[in-house]
Structure formats: structure tokens, C-alpha cells
């Protein structure tokens, strides 16, 4: 029963992403009507306040102008709500700690799609995080508060060195929302995972950039977005972090 709760809860907490997507990475207000199609933005129907009808009626089109709607409509949601499960598994089942985890788990989720589609790691989604990652540091059931604390700290460290590393290689190679989201790992993983987190999404931004720039799939002006990396080394690092590490000091 608990994982029923646990993925429905996943699926709406990425259905109330995706309606209010855009709203994350332009000015416009965060409160206002809802809608799902972001070209005529005209206010949706209770219907489609559903997940997934946004695909399933109008042939995955809005029925005011036409448009497509974006595969987002599925994904997003289908993604956070297997994001919780796995985080009530890897939480030994504690429901308590599976909806943080999950909660935090759809962010960075979030945070990966925003810089895919946008090149943008909003502040309208950072910020809060932080704050709620902060406010709740005493939820985690195997992180203390002062661990936590300690992460937020080491990730502000690490973001500022990887950028005065980065600055040889130009103003694009490491942006100041990939600093934001380092620091926003910190304070979800406390130490030692935020270090876990931070290499493994580093070491595989390197070498996804190596494999592209071998097939000459990208060239070396061409910008790789490195949010999505971030975010993978940040759930790992949330999921199997103190693993990793304690396999490692081994």
C-alpha cells in the first residue's frame, strides 16, 4: 500500500511541475491561472488538470490554437513518480524519508530538463530549495543537522573552486546555476555524499564530453549543458551516497 501512496504522490508532485513550467525561467508571475499549452497560455480545462490527459485528449494537441504539447507531459510525471519509489526503497521503506527523498529527487529531475530545454538551472527553483533543504535538514533519518549544514558549506567550497578552475575554458564552460545547484546538493546531501554527488556528476559530464567530442558530435565551442550531470550525481549521491563513500574508504 505504501508504494501506491508513495508513486501517486510522485506522479502529482510532477504533474504540478509541468503545469507550471514556464513560470519557473521567464518573469512571469507564479500565481495566475493554470494552462498547459505555453503558446496561446489560454486557462486549461479541469480535465487536463490530470496527469497525462495532456497527451491523451485532442490527439496531443491544444484544442484553442493547435500546438503540440510537449512529451514533458508524460515523462515529467511517469519520471518523478518512479523517482519516489526507488527513493521508498533506498530509504529502507521508511515513508517518512522517501517523500523527502523523492521531493528532492523530482528537483533535480527538474533541474536536468530545465538546462536540456532552456540552458537555465532557474533561481525560482534553487532558492526555494535551498531554504526547504535547510528547514527539513533534521527529516533525513541517517544525516544529522550538522551534517547537512557541513554539506552546504563544502558545496559552496567546491562550487567556487570548480569555477575558478573552469575560467581558462571560457565564461560558458561552468555557469554560475551550476554554483547554485552544488551548493543546493550540499545542503540535500550533507557530507560526505555532496562529495560523492559532485564527482560522480563531474567525472560524467567529462566523459560524456569526451565520447561527443571523439565522434565529433560536438565541437569544442559547442556548449554541454552540465546541470543534467549534476542532477545524476545528486540522486545517486542521495540514493547510495554513504555507500559509495564507505566502499570507497575501504
Not at 494552462?35 to 484544442?63: D, H, I, V
Not at 504539447?69 to 515529467?76: E, F
Not at 519520471?79 to 529502507?92: C, E, H, N, Q, T
Not at 517523500?99 to 540552458?119: K, N, P, Q, S, Y
Request: charged share 10%; proline share 5%.
Amino acid at each position: 500500500m505504501e508504494i501506491l501512496i508513495v508513486g501517486i504522490v510522485g506522479l502529482v508532485c510532477g504533474h504540478v511541475i509541468d503545469l507550471l513550467w514556464g513560470r519557473f525561467y521567464t518573469g512571469e508571475a507564479v500565481r495566475g491561472h493554470l494552462y498547459r499549452c505555453s503558446a496561446c497560455k489560454q486557462r486549461t480545462s479541469p480535465r487536463y488538470l490530470l496527469p497525462f490527459m495532456g497527451l491523451t485528449w485532442e490527439n496531443a494537441q491544444c484544442p484553442e490554437c493547435g500546438v503540440g504539447l510537449p512529451l514533458r507531459t508524460i515523462y515529467l510525471p511517469a519520471g518523478a513518480a518512479l523517482l519516489y519509489i526507488v527513493s521508498w526503497d533506498s530509504f529502507d521503506r521508511d515513508i517518512g524519508a522517501a517523500l523527502l527523498g523523492g521531493t528532492f529527487a523530482t528537483i533535480f529531475f527538474t533541474l536536468a530538463l530545465t538546462d536540456l530545454e532552456t540552458r537555465l538551472l532557474p533561481n525560482r527553483i534553487i532558492y526555494p530549495s535551498v531554504i526547504v533543504a535547510a528547514a527539513l535538514s533534521w527529516g533525513w533519518p541517517d544525516t544529522s543537522v550538522l551534517e547537512i549544514f557541513a554539506g552546504g558549506g563544502l558545496g559552496i567550497l567546491m562550487a567556487t573552486l570548480l569555477l575558478l578552475l573552469s575560467l581558462p575554458f571560457g565564461p560558458d564552460a561552468f555557469g554560475m546555476g551550476d554554483v547554485k545547484m552544488i551548493v543546493l546538493m550540499g545542503f540535500v546531501l550533507g557530507v560526505p555524499s555532496v562529495l560523492v554527488g559532485v564527482v560522480v556528476g563531474t567525472f560524467a559530464a567529462g566523459a560524456v564530453a569526451a565520447f561527443l567530442l571523439i565522434t565529433r558530435l560536438r565541437g569544442r565551442r559547442d556548449t554541454i549543458p552540465h546541470g543534467p550531470f549534476l542532477a545524476l550525481g545528486a540522486v545517486i549521491a542521495l540514493w547510495w551516497g554513504s555507500n559509495i563513500w564507505d566502499a570507497y574508504l575501504q
